[in-house]
């Protein structure tokens, strides 16, 4: 039996990022050996993350990451159980790892993206790699998704908001490409972020939303005996005038800028005096924004009922 010393196991904890304990237990089990104490760990970490699948992830962080050219960007969500873990350090580090293999997928899905080689090491794949993750912080984790934005005909810009709750992802076709142009765009981020636009422009409405909604307005509009007796055109002109003003609170380019001094200009507006004043022919083309465990259920924890559940009452 090979002698395990101080020096070994905090060398394997280095290697695995295990606990202290657990990295002594493989070493000995392994009789020393180094390599075999890492598969050793790496299968306890996969066996870890078994009984660990059933709990709710719903908190986590969001990040982005540009590529230096800044013609291609990504962002990933990625979902701790505990706020607490999504605000610790190495969770946050693992998290910008996840973005930095998303910057260069070729995956279409994510479960293709889970398929792939990790990068930072061969031997495992994404889901291996999650795995091990699980097995060293003690929660559950997921990587929920995650989008790829590219226009080699301009820019990507980017905005995280409250440390990872919000990301944004910008794709700007541009003839030009500055200082300025960037902080338009950072601030149009800025804007997705706040108000959350589902278009970018009125062009990506379809006909049945438009349909739909105005079934809704009539229909309400009928159920109040003043506005039902009122003249078809009238109640036809009603409606045009609350789908148009609805279209300005989700629309991007037709939404008011936050940060307008009139409170007037709309973001296109803002844009179009940006894009002017740089001599450039600016297009907003697409946004995404995730938000941190958006339509997922979230833990509801009774303490008193787990404490009592650990001593047996």
């Known amino acids: 039996m090979a002698e ?31 390599d075999k104490a890492v598969d050793f760990l790496r299968e306890k970490g996969l066996a870890g ?10 908190e986590g962080m969001v ?14 969500e990625v979902n701790s159980e505990t706020d607490f873990v999504a605000k610790n350090q190495v969770f946050r580090d ?47 984790m997921h990587i929920r998704r995650f989008e790829v934005l590219e226009d080699k005909n301009g820019f990507v810009q980017s905005y995280i908001h409250a440390g990872g709750k919000i990301g944004v992802l910008l794709d700007v076709e541009s003839d030009v490409v500055n200082d300025e142009l960037k902080e338009m ?13 589902l278009y970018t422009s009125s062009n990506e409405v379809g006909a049945d939303y438009i349909a739909k909604e105005k079934e809704i307005l009539k229909a309400q509009i009928m159920n109040d005996p003043k506005e ?38 709309t973001v296109k507006q803002y844009v179009d005096s ?24 979230h833990r509801n924890d009774d303490f008193a009922a787990e404490v009592a559940a650990q001593m047996g009452k």
């Not at 196991?9 to 050996?33: F, I, P, S």
């Not at 993350?49 to 719903?58: E, H, L, M, S």
């Not at 910057?103 to 031997?123: C, H, P, R, V, Y």
């Not at 765009?185 to 636009?197: G, I, R, S, T, Y």
């Open 185 to 197: 765009a950072k601030n149009v981020c800025m804007q997705v972020a706040a108000l959350k636009p």
């Open 228 to 265: 039902a007796a009122k003249p078809e055109k009238v109640i036809e002109g009603m409606i045009a005038g609350r789908i148009n003003k609805e279209l300005k609170e989700i629309v991007l380019l037709d939404q008011v800028y936050v940060k307008a001094e009139d409170g007037k200009q």
């Open 49 to 58: 993350a078994q009984k660990k699948a059933g709990r709710i992830a719903a």
């Open 274 to 297: 940006v894009a002017k004043a740089s001599n450039a022919k600016v297009t907003v083309k697409k946004f995404v924004r995730f938000e941190t465990g958006e339509g997922l259920e």
């Open 94 to 140: 693992y998290v910008s790892e996840v973005a930095a293999q998303a910057l260069d997928t070729e995956a279409k899905d994510i479960e293709g993206f889970m398929k792939e080689t990790w990068k930072g090491d061969a031997s495992l794949t994404v889901e291996q790699k999650l795995s091990t993750m699980i097995a060293t912080i003690g929660e559950n």
């Open 63 to 76: 990040q982005t990451m540009l590529c230096p050219c800044g013609t291609k960007g990504v962002v990933v």
């Open 4 to 34: 395990i010393n101080a020096k070994m196991v905090k060398d394997l904890r280095e290697m695995t990022g295990a606990g202290m304990m657990d990295c002594k237990k493989a070493l000995a089990a392994c009789d020393g050996d180094m």
